[in-house]
């Protein structure tokens, strides 16, 4: 058996032991954005991978390079990860967009809470990094409460931060994490009108 075949069968076995379905399928582009959300437990990091190799759907995700060294570096990078050097003094942003150029094939996964800790609001560094990439978003979610994961819709943003937001309100306004008190309001903050700086943007794509 493969490793995908593999993945597939824990994928499966983890989501059925848990009661857990995945809705839809493999996103109809090869490079997006891929929003994971709500974030509020230590949890959504197995029931992500879970969803995600139970349809044999790969994907990235970037975590500041010190967490690659050491025994540990071939297993994150086994499940997706990308080793980023914060001590750049690139601009976040522009180091995510360029990982889009360098792939035919790049779905990058992003936790806008940034922590699964209580988050005031959604860090803004997804939405900067699609637009900067010129890649869509998905929305891509983990509903406790139906015991429910998948990707929904799928938008390209536009001009108009805010009316992207609120599609994106739309979308998540009845979806439920571990930790409904946790969740984050989507909203975009002072930095709504420019692109975020290191700081915010590369707590935006930490992983799950």
């Known amino acids: 058996m493969t490793s ?5 069968v824990i994928g499966r076995a983890w989501l059925k032991a848990f009661g857990w379905r995945v809705e839809g399928g493999h996103p109809n582009v090869p490079r997006a954005v891929l929003l ?22 790969d994907f990235r995700w970037v975590g500041k390079h010190t967490l690659f060294e050491g025994p540990l570096g071939g297993f994150m990078r086994a499940v ?15 180091r995510m967009a ?5 792939h035919e094939e790049f779905l990058l996964i992003i936790a806008p809470e940034g922590t699964r800790k209580s988050a005031k609001r959604w860090k803004t560094g997804f939405y ?9 978003i998905i929305m891509g979610y983990l509903d406790y409460e139906n015991k429910v994961g998948g990707m929904g819709d ?3 943003p536009s001009k108009d931060p805010e ?5 994106i309100r739309n979308f998540y306004g ?17 930095d709504r009108n420019s692109v975020p700086d290191t700081d915010d943007s590369s707590e935006a794509v930490a992983p799950l």
Do not use: M
């Not at 197995?46 to 349809?55: E, G, M, N």
């Open 98 to 102: 360029a990982l889009f150029a360098d």
């Open 154 to 156: 799928l938008f390209w």
């Open 80 to 94: 997706g990860g990308v080793a980023v050097d914060r001590r750049s003094r690139e601009n976040a942003v522009d």
């Open 163 to 167: 009316g992207d937001l609120g599609k």
């Open 36 to 57: 994971a959300a709500p974030h509020t437990s230590n949890w959504d990091l197995t029931f992500t991978l879970a969803c995600a190799w139970a349809i044999d759907l």
């Open 174 to 190: 009845s979806i439920k994490g571990k930790y409904p008190s946790k969740q984050g309001e989507i909203a975009f903050g002072n």
């Open 4 to 8: 995908k075949g593999i993945k597939r």
């Open 128 to 136: 900067w990094i699609a637009r900067a990439a010129n890649v869509p």
